[in-house]
């Protein structure tokens, strides 16, 4: 049969992850490997999780293993609002979803608001997890720089050009992939501003948002529109939470904080797509959080502060003339660009051919593929030895391209 046949148009949109191709790198034992972007699995709280499910599939497993409503477990909705409530965003559980990560969120927000030609503003460059999210719903994408000038009308006029109409601003504000990079205050403000303007939807990635190093915390989007209109209902920002980041990935518990005008329609897409996340997952989730949290992401920061500190120093004495990168406060992530003319595709695949260093060409992270001499390094899951000698290695190869 040929498939082609009976595939939906948006399916052509629908490419593989650059990222998740390298992670298969990650098997070859000779690779020095900074493009995961992955926690470290030494630092996930097994022992808790291990206790966890012993305790849920003892005293509640009827509950654990059964169906549960779409919103999600109860108790842990709960926790995450008090937690929401720490970071300036009073709210109750009836604002929160409970979603399979928050990559799932990023696509049931592109299937709620987009339809084809409609646009989303994104970063330049933005997560390339949510232009794979978004793209499935075939919008056009414009560039969104909260410290530039352009103007909501001609952000209308361009949308209108493409063939619809500005749906939404997706942007990560804290640390974000693949930068590293935190919006401040004013940007954030400006954000508000902007979408006021336009009457569109702000979707705030926060995915990194607990490992923050130094610096001071500035508050969510959310936090700040809230401190403008008085209450959550009144809010145009849907807040994206995840603890893929802060405890384990394999869970894929994530959530989507917001109104409950927009969460009740979200709930709606979710008893339609796996009726509801994994029960057990959330129960254990909610144990594990509710109990060690606070010292575990400590552990965190410390462990990543540490291993970026030493990428920083290797990068500045490894790298020649020309090369520049990020300082990021936090996250797990450094953003280099190359010398003009230099590709990052090009050099990635001489290096696994040669230096054995793997690392994540930056082009992909563009809506339109462009800016080719950028490259992102992802430092949470290699050690000093393996910064040093990845440093040296790759610093050698761009000199012999440079």
Known sequence: ????????????????????????????????????GIPDPALFPAEAFKDAFSEALTTQASAALQYSVSEG???????????????????????????????????????????????????????LGALGAFNAYEPAYDRLDPKGNRSAADFTATAEAAGGRVKFAYLSVDFANPTGETLDRAAREAVIDLADEMDIAIIEDAAYQTLRFDGEPIPP?????????GSIENCRTLYCGSFSKSLAPGLRVGWICGAHEIISRLVLMKQAADLHSSTVN???????????????????????????????????????EGVE??????????????????????????????????????????????????????????????????????????????
């Open 282 to 320: 959330q129960i254990v989730t909610h144990k594990v959080a509710s109990t060690m949290f606070e010292p575990h992401v400590a552990k965190l920061r410390a462990t990543y502060m540490a291993r970026r500190d030493h990428l920083l120093a290797a990068l500045s004495r490894e790298m020649p």
């Open 1 to 36: 049969m040929d498939w082609n046949n009976v595939l939906a148009t948006r399916s052509s949109r629908m490419k593989a992850s650059e990222i998740r191709e390298l992670l298969k790198l990650l098997d070859q034992p000779d690779i020095i490997s900074f493009a995961g």
């Open 73 to 127: 477990y109860k108790p842990l909705r709960d926790w995450i609002a008090g937690e929401m409530g720490k970071i300036g965003i009073p709210c109750a559980a009836d604002n929160i979803l409970i979603t399979s990560g928050s990559q799932q969120a990023l696509d049931y927000l592109g299937k709620l608001m987009l339809s084809p030609k409609d646009t989303a503003l994104v970063g330049w460059p933005t997560y």
């Open 221 to 229: 989007i959310l936090a700040l529109e809230i401190a403008r209109k």
């Open 325 to 402: 990168w990020t300082k990021p406060e936090g996250g797990m992530f450094v953003w280099v660009t190359l010398p003009k003319g230099m590709d990052g595709a090009d050099l990635l695949a001489q290096s696994l051919q040669t230096e054995r260093v793997a690392f994540v060409p930056g082009r992909a992270f563009y809506a339109d593929g462009s800016n080719g001499n950028t490259l992102r390094l992802s430092f949470s899951c290699a050690n000093e030895a393996q910064i040093d000698e990845g440093m040296k290695r790759l610093g050698r190869l761009i000199r012999a391209n440079h």
